[in-house]
């Protein structure tokens, strides 16, 4: 073979070679894309120079656009007057090493998060032991705010809520372990969120909902398993709820709506988007019956009311028999 030959023909073959690797680089970028970022990473833990020993203080050194990656071990409040440990007030991505090792452990008290910042990605870390009180106590805690990502994590233990959102748009929650909390998840007033491929075991509620009216929530892919109630709503109409498994729940999903007597018509046709969900009390492809209530609030004299409960139902139009293999990162 001649030098031209031979050159060409080493060519090719590093061409084919080149060929053949690309597929697989792209495959690991799109799976690690949560990991990526344009800007500076900042350290938490470990033992490299430079590293914070406090999540707090590597957020309030960065930029927007920067991720802050903590390495595992636990995170707790600094000092009795933190009701947090993380605010996280800067549009950055928050990375644990390893979910089941990078823990933000709760004092039993307040919240443990907070999102107070549009653009944030919160991965890789289990959030534990919130407060119980009503309105503090949350694992993570967004509030009027966009663009939000919470996936990869741990919820445990967090006795009031461990997930509240409010008033916020464009957020998704998925690949998530709900466990041992009160509610889960609680969407309230909120545009453009949706949840998929989370595990929802073991809770007081998996899911609740209130006040969303056509508002594109789509709740989709999760396994609801062995939970007092798995999705429970009020007030809310047109919510999406499909290709979820509901298994073993004691309430498998129930609503209370509630309003005076001129809005009964309105409450009564509060109805969301059921879609072939599995139900394992449910062994039928007619439609599933979902019971719920409807209260009345009728005036009597001034400020004294009285309350009347009516029986009110919606219903999965097209269940499916099967469990579905719910998909979550290991």
Not at 122 to 151: K, L, M, N, W
Not at 182 to 203: D, E, H, P
């Amino acid at each position: 073979m001649n030098k031209k030959c031979y050159t060409i023909a080493i060519g090719m073959i590093l061409l084919f070679i080149g060929m053949s690797i690309i597929p697989s680089t792209a495959e690991v970028k799109e799976k690690s894309s949560l990991l990526s970022s344009d800007g500076t990473w900042w350290y938490v833990g470990g033992s490299g120079p430079g590293n914070y020993t406090r999540i707090q203080d590597a957020i309030n050194a960065a930029s927007d656009g920067d991720t802050v990656f903590v390495y595992r071990g636990i995170y707790t409040k600094n000092n009795p007057y933190d009701q947090v440990i993380v605010n996280v007030n800067k549009r950055i991505r928050l990375i644990g090493e390893d979910k089941n090792t990078t823990i933000l452990k709760g004092s039993g008290k307040y919240k443990v998060v907070i999102v107070s910042a549009n653009g944030v990605v919160i991965s890789g870390f289990t959030v534990q032991e919130s407060g119980a009180d009503v309105y503090p106590g949350s694992g993570i805690f967004i509030d009027d705010c966009r663009d939000i990502i919470i996936d990869n994590n741990i919820f445990l233990e967090n006795p009031n809520c461990a997930l509240y959102c409010v008033s916020s748009n464009n957020c998704s929650f998925s690949h998530n372990i709900f466990r041992k909390n009160g509610f889960a998840l609680y969407i309230a007033s909120s545009v453009n969120c949706s949840v998929f491929s989370n595990l929802f075991i073991s809770n007081s509620n998996g899911i609740d909902f209130d006040f969303e009216f056509e508002r594109l929530i789509d709740i989709y892919s999760n396994e609801f398993k062995d939970n007092e109630k798995g999705v429970t709503w009020s007030n809310s109409q047109g919510v999406a709820i499909r290709l979820n498994n509901f298994i073993g729940n004691k309430v498998q999903a129930t609503f209370f709506n509630y309003g005076g007597l001129l809005d009964l018509g309105s409450l009564i046709g509060y109805k969301q988007n059921w879609s072939s969900n599995y139900w394992s009390n449910w062994k039928s492809t007619s439609p599933k019956p979902i019971r719920g209530k409807i209260e009345l609030y009728i005036p009597v004299i001034p400020l004294v009311w009285i309350k009347i409960p009516l029986l009110s139902f919606d219903y999965d139009r097209t269940p499916v028999q099967e469990p579905y293999n719910i998909s979550v990162y290991i």
